[in-house]
């Protein structure tokens, strides 16, 4: 077994094998530990953090590390030495940080927030915590868009983008501390500044009969709290560079954020609208960076096919003789000569998210392509050489009918006899995911397919296409896509049964603990909102106008189409006062 030693070393190792070009000074006097609910390996690719990281390390008087959820291996060494959970730089344990911050991307690391915590010697519940205890806010989309279900273990959580504010709120516990402020009057003065909730400022109660949640605010906290965003700073690329990450030897570089076309099932083009992008000479700025270090870089953004100099910033790149990726593409906006760069990058596959198989169902979530549009990208795909085609498909969107369903068949055969057609001979993989109804979306209200009937229409789609080889279906787990339906759209009632899984089996006793907390799963997921009902994200603001996302949902239902975002557009209300 490892010793406290060997996790020392390990932590060591990964430390030496980065190029670091943050402004650490371990010497400073505050310290703040920024923790990813995950294992190293995935939290390294998450760009959010390094922005963080970079900015909290520019202050004077600040010093940030980084933290993450040992692999599985570590984890029995933690438990069975009894070491506290360490940060990177300097293996400091988590409860002799002031701050943690903890970025919150993905529902299914709610269950490893708890669990982080212990290992850190940090008092789980915010409530047991203590003026002379570390303070723990929370981050990220999750945080943003509902932050109720983690409630519990929380003093505070940013709403919103993370730039700015992230310092601020750390510049006022420190600066409290500083003056001998009790740890109740900390939070009071953090939940003044525009974008933090304190969580423990606003008492709740909820009537299960009638649906019928009441907010009452303490202490003089903000009835509503509106969400941190601006102009996108300098910066937005990878600032530890290390091999070892899901996206491997590769150095991100945010291209723009935010999204501005409307579809109606993302989160994230409602809560980080209006879209914003980088200008071009410092995404090459950015390159220069990568180059320097021999990476791969990374195009970060909503839609990269949509930056309206992606041509010349591929062409820069490919100048540099460097490969790049992008994380999405639409198939309406993609360009030949972002293809030929990828396929010269050694990228074997073109991914493009049809979401459906059905023009009008594509009409209802308002995505805005065309068959024809994936036709041209697999044209592009077979003209590059890059043979593989994979398409991102949802099962149990508003409205489906088994028509619907059988289009994507027909799609992923029409699709596949194209490929062979125009000299793409690879695969086409469809990845199917069960459609999970978020917060701050046109679909927030809708009820969620039954998993029983997800998963006839999945088993019916596997064994239409079971016969051809050349087509490869892959399925999400529907447990967890469940069990995030139910974290998503939750309330404060679900931190006892995370916590409660943190000492059971995790993930796996989430049902049968809800159940035993009195929280019934499948009307959590199966029942339909009304309109007027208070739902627990209610009492945060994304700057969207009353009524607009009602409005959405109607529309979706006629399948009307909405128009991109546009310069002086203020439909959607974000866009009509400086915010």
Known sequence: MLTRRDLQYRLEALAEQEANR????????????????????????????HIIYEELNARPDTCCERA??????????????????????????????????????????????????????????????????????????????NPEPLADFFDAFIIGEGEEITAKAVGCINEGRERGLSRGAILKELSQL???????????????ETHQITRQALAGAPDTIKRHWGPLTAGGETVVATDYTEFGAMYIVEVARGCGRHCRFCMAGYCYRK?????????????????????????????????????????????????????????????????????????????IAPETGSDRLRKVINKGITE???????????????????????????????????????????????????????????????????PFTPFQWMAMDTRREVNRKLKGIRKALSKDRQIEVLIESLKEAYIQAVLARGDRRLGSVLAACAKAD???????????????????????????????????????????????????????????CQDGCQRCGVCREAR
């Open 506 to 564: 995790g993930s796996k006793s989430f049902v049968g603990l809800c159940q035993e907390a009195g929280i019934d799963v499948d009307q959590a997921n199966y029942r339909e909102r009304a309109f007027d009902e208070e739902l627990p994200w209610d009492f945060l603001d994304m700057g969207l106008a009353d009524g607009y996302l009602q409005a959405e949902w109607e529309k979706g239902l006629q399948g009307a189409y909405t128009a991109p």
């Open 194 to 208: 525009e974008g933090v909730y304190v969580p423990s400022l606003y008492e709740v109660t909820y009537n299960d």
């Open 372 to 438: 024809d549009d994936l036709r041209t990208s697999v044209r592009m795909a077979a003209a590059g050489g890059i043979h593989q085609i994979r398409f991102y498909i949802m099962v149990g969107l508003p409205t489906e009918m088994d028509e619907d369903i059988e289009a994507i068949i027909d799609l992923a055969k029409r699709t596949r006899a194209y490929m062979e057609e125009v000299g793409c001979h690879g695969r086409l993989t469809l990845s199917i995911n069960p459609f999970i109804p978020k």
């Open 68 to 145: 993450f959820m040992p692999e599985r291996q570590e984890m029995v060494a933690y438990t069975k030495t009894r070491t506290p959970l360490m940060s990177i730089e300097s293996r400091r344990p988590l409860h002799q940080f002031s701050i943690i911050g903890i970025d919150i991307t993905f529902e299914m690391d709610y269950f490893n927030i708890p669990i982080l915590l212990q290992m850190g010697q940090v008092p789980v519940l915010a409530k047991d915590r203590r003026t002379a205890d570390v303070f723990v806010i929370g981050g990220g989309p999750c945080a943003t868009f």
């Open 22 to 49: 943050s402004a650490y000074d371990g010497h400073k006097p505050h310290k703040v530990a920024l923790v990813y609910p995950n294992t190293y390996y995935v939290g390294m690719s998450n760009l959010g953090l």
């Open 275 to 351: 879209p914003r992008v980088r200008p071009l000479h410092q995404l090459k700025e950015g390159v220069d960076r990568a180059a320097l270090l021999g990476k791969k870089v990374g195009l970060m953004g909503a839609a990269i096919s949509d930056y309206p100099a992606i041509d010349e910033l591929v062409a820069y790149i490919r100048s540099k003789n460097l490969r790049y990726s992008c994380a999405s593409l639409r198939a309406d906006s993609l360009t030949s000569d972002v293809v030929k760069g990828l396929a010269v990058s050694g990228q074997h596959t073109i991914t």
